[in-house]
């Protein structure tokens, strides 16, 4: 039979190693989450940087008076039509 000192180190050792378990299982969710965050928040900027230039590098033709512009102007330079409704955007 065991002594209960014995029985309480065992015990110990038991919580021990779930305690570094939990703590372990805890840091590396944080890790993969963080990262995650990260890979999502370089995405949306590769998109934002993606989209302006985009923007800046298309026309549009205004459907009212024919004109071109750029498509990040939100109304016709030349006759004033607000035409942005008109422009389909991904976002
Ligand atoms: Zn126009």
Redesign the pocket.
Known sequence: MKSLAEIAVQIMAIFALMFTGIVVAVLWFTHISSKADNKKELEKKKIEVMDRHFDEMVTVE?P????TYPSNITR?P????N?RKLVVRKA
Do not use: P
């Open positions: 205004c009212y008076c024919g004109a016709c030349t006759c004033g039509a035409i």
